[in-house]
């Protein structure tokens, strides 16, 4: 498979919402096993702004070990502020990685100016490579062009996960330097980023249904796009469905247990589906289709 995969995975957890250690390494597992390339642990799939310092340390401390020599590693360490987001950098700097995604600040929203200063100051301490992360369905902010340009130049600023408009992404894509990374996050049209020799994709859902997702990327690679549009309708309706038909991560920690990944995916107060809505859901055609009927293996 040429296409880099990353999946951002979810973060199990007990019920005390401490870190769930088996159902991490079956998660990641389940990546590796069905063909992904790389994975961002402790990004906005993994809540990792919800979660509270001793479980964030635990999960880059555990991920980055269990991960090791099995594909690209990633972390997330944006936070609120500098110096929060500067400390976590700073734990998750001492583990082997490929690099930290730092997310921009999301409760003060920062002017174009004052974000070239913020993540110029994490770049210029950090000792590993810094990728910039433009989200903002969840900052209110958006990276703009400039800003990002400015940006590349800095040398420990190696590249950015675009997850706006695709048509941004493909303007960025024209306008930095070639050894500046730019992966978009567009997971409803992948058949179609691979046809056009975009060689990497990073998103949440590869990390639910990794199988799905590497299937659409070796359809289309070997030219069997009819297959590949199947595939990627497929994801593209489970998506939909998971963001406006049932709750996000109560949904997806079902698909996951099924799929013999043990754990919860989000901290209290969030609660799993109900009785009701758990029949309903793996009554839905696509879902016996991807991950069977029965939520028995779910816990």
């Not at 997971?187 to 249904?209: E, K, P």
């Not at 989000?266 to 609660?271: E, G, H, L, M, R």
Request: charged share 25%; glycine share 8%; hydrophobic share 40%.
């Amino acid at each position: 498979m040429k296409t880099h995969l990353i999946s951002a995975i979810l973060t199990p957890l007990n019920d005390d919402d401490t870190l769930h250690l088996d159902g991490l390494a079956r998660h990641l597992e389940d990546q590796w096993r069905n063909g992904i390339t790389g994975v961002l642990i402790a990004g906005s799939m993994g809540v990792m702004q919800l979660l509270d310092d001793a479980t964030y340390r635990d999960l880059v401390r555990h991920g980055t070990q269990l991960a090791h020599g099995r594909g690209e590693v990633l972390v997330g360490a944006g936070d609120t502020s500098f110096k929060r987001t500067l400390q976590r950098i700073e734990y998750a700097e001492q583990f082997d990685i490929d690099g930290i995604v730092v997310l921009s600040p999301f409760f003060a929203t920062l002017g174009q100016a004052d974000l070239i200063v913020y993540f110029e100051g994490l770049a210029d301490r950090s000792g590993k490579p810094i990728y910039l992360y433009d989200l903002p369905i969840a900052t209110r902010t958006s990276l703009q062009l400039e800003t990002v340009l400015r940006l590349s130049k800095h040398p420990n600023i190696r590249g950015i996960k675009c997850s706006g408009e695709w048509t941004a992404t493909r303007r960025l894509m024209d306008h930095v330097d070639k050894g500046f990374r730019v992966v978009p996050a567009q997971c409803d049209i992948l058949d179609m980023l691979v046809r056009c020799d975009v060689n990497s994709n990073l998103d949440g859902i590869y990390a639910v249904l990794p199988d799905l997702s590497v299937g659409i990327v070796e359809a289309a690679e070997r030219g069997d796009y009819a297959l590949a549009a199947v595939k990627q309708r497929q994801l593209t309706e489970f998506r939909q469905m998971i963001l406006t038909k049932y709750p996000l991560f109560p949904a997806s920690k079902a698909v996951l247990n099924v799929r013999g990944v043990p754990g919860k995916f989000y901290p209290a107060p969030i609660k799993p589906l109900d009785p009701g809505q758990l029949e309903r859901f793996f009554a839905e055609p696509l879902i016996r289709e991807l991950v069977g009927t029965s939520p028995a293996a779910e816990g």
